[in-house]
């Protein structure tokens, strides 16, 4: 919605996600959330470290050397997020593994949807999909999770917002909106 609304502001902006914004990236994806095999953790979190490290190399930095906005749904904080807080890898580790993968190429301007996550699992029920291996943690990872985007925001204040989402998705959209164009001098 968001890319939308900055191309027709006349904004050059590219979309992707991680994991999966690449070829390499998609079988990756597949491979480790359509597995029924056990994925262990130092696995899952060098996975998705090969991943970034292909997005990074191959999508975004040649996106934005053409001066194109990227808009990425997760990056590198969802690694602090779910294999550090959630797997419990020691900071040290996640933030070299982060570091390696990325090059230290970090966003202008990370958005973080909060919500419950009593919330969070009530909307991805309500969904109606297949249940990948993320989706099946439980509520004490995703709490851990929640509480370490909320930690980033709180140490990186200028380039972390994080947004009410409990509200109906037209509102959160203006608002994202609002506070993107505000921050590319669009208005």
Sequence with gaps: ??????RQRGVDVITTCQPGGT?????LREAFL???ETVAPL???LLFAADRAQHVEFLIKP?????????????????YAYQGAGR?????????????????LKPDLTIFFDISVETALRRMSARGEKANRMDLETADFY???????????AREKDRFLVIDANGAMEQIHANVVEIVTKFLGLE
Excluded: H
Aim: proline share 3%; hydrophobic share 45%.
């Design 63 to 79: 996106a934005l050397a053409e001066g194109r906005i990227v808009i990425s749904d997760r990056y590198a904080d969802a690694t």
């Design 43 to 45: 696995a899952e979190l």
């Design 143 to 153: 709490e851990r999770v929640r509480n370490a985007y909320l930690s980033i925001a």
């Design 23 to 27: 070829p390499l990236g998609r079988r």
């Design 88 to 104: 419990g890898f020691p900071d040290k580790m996640v933030n070299q593994v982060i570091a390696i993968a990325t090059e230290g």
């Design 1 to 6: 919605m968001l890319a939308g609304d900055l």
């Design 34 to 36: 359509e597995t029924e």
